[in-house]
């Protein structure tokens, strides 16, 4: 019942950017927060970014300032503007979305970044 799409990933050359977008529709309980985790081969899934319903956001370190996180509260909807990508910031992003009953995972978006 509950969907979580998320949109915007592809190739792209190093230095470029990329806009991801999650739309979560469905009856979802009140939302705590919303991020972005990242899971690349035979690496574990790390937290990218996150935002509370109320705008507070948290960004990983090896973000630092490259990476936006924002979201549209009536759409349920979140996303994350990457700038100045590198060749590690290959991996698959996925968008979750956190609620006090349980947390909701997409199906995940492939970000491929490589000359």
């Known amino acids: 019942q509950v969907q979580l799409v998320e949109s915007g990933g592809g190739l792209v050359q190093p230095g470029g950017s990329l806009r991801l977008s999650c739309a979560a529709s469905?009856?979802?309980?009140?939302?705590?927060?919303m991020g972005w985790y990242r899971q690349a081969p035979e690496k574990e899934r790390e937290l990218v970014a996150t935002?509370?319903?109320?705008?507070?956001?948290n960004y990983a370190d090896f973000v630092k300032c490259r990476f936006s996180i924002s979201s549209a509260n009536a759409k349920n909807t979140v996303y994350l503007q990457m700038n100045g990508l590198k060749h590690e910031d290959t991996a698959v992003y996925f968008c979750?979305?956190?609620?006090?009953?349980?947390?909701?995972w997409g199906q995940g978006t492939q970000v491929t970044v490589s000359s």
């Open positions: 979750n979305v956190a609620t006090w009953v349980r947390d909701y």
């Open positions: 935002i509370t319903r109320s705008g507070i956001t």
């Open positions: 469905g009856d979802i309980p009140v939302i705590n927060t």
